[in-house]
């Protein structure tokens, strides 16, 4: 996958029930093959997945580097990642996905990105809605009361 060219799936796509793995293994793809661009990997995002998932930065990488498609990469993630009731999934996807900055200077980041890419939005209060905004999917407007 080459990030210079193109951009990763959205945090909200879902790859074996999981919100940000399917964007965390195209960034993973792309670093190995040099074509991360501006990305990075791994993130705050992707740690915060990985200890969920009980497993190290490195053993994901070296799992997608093994496996080049989604299906090896999701069924070695099956039989390494640490299992989760349905219910603890739902609830930590919801989390990651309604998540904002978490402090002053995170919060200062946040604004300087949304101000360059639409400055108007003053609804965007999540990471995963500013992905995406950036990235050109669709983000609907939300009330300001989240």
């Known amino acids: 996958m080459d990030l210079r060219k ?24 792309a670093v190995l093959a040099g074509t991360e661009g501006e ?8 740690d915060r ?14 799992a997608v580097n093994a496996n080049p498609t989604d299906e090896g990469v ?11 009731q349905p219910a603890e999934l739902d609830e ?8 904002g900055p978490s402090s002053a200077e995170s919060a200062a980041k946040f604004q300087n990105y949304l101000a360059a890419i639409d400055p108007t939005r003053n ?15 669709p983000v609907p407007y939300r009330s300001s009361s989240r």
């Not at 909200?12 to 999981?18: A, E, I, N, P, T």
């Not at 930590?92 to 998540?99: D, I, V």
Request: one cysteine or more; a negative charge.
């Open 6 to 29: 193109s951009v990763p799936r959205s945090m909200r796509f879902h790859l074996v029930g999981y919100a940000h793995l399917a964007r965390m293994v195209d960034k993973c793809r």
């Open 39 to 46: 990305y990075i990997y791994p993130c705050p995002m992707d």
């Open 49 to 62: 997945l990985l200890e969920f998932a009980g497993i190290t930065s490195d053993q994901f990488t070296a």
């Open 74 to 84: 999701v069924g070695w993630f099956e039989q390494t990642a640490t299992q989760h």
């Open 92 to 99: 930590w996807n919801q989390t990651l996905l309604a998540r």
């Open 123 to 137: 609804d965007i209060t999540t990471w995963s809605d500013l992905q995406d905004l950036e990235e050109g999917r």
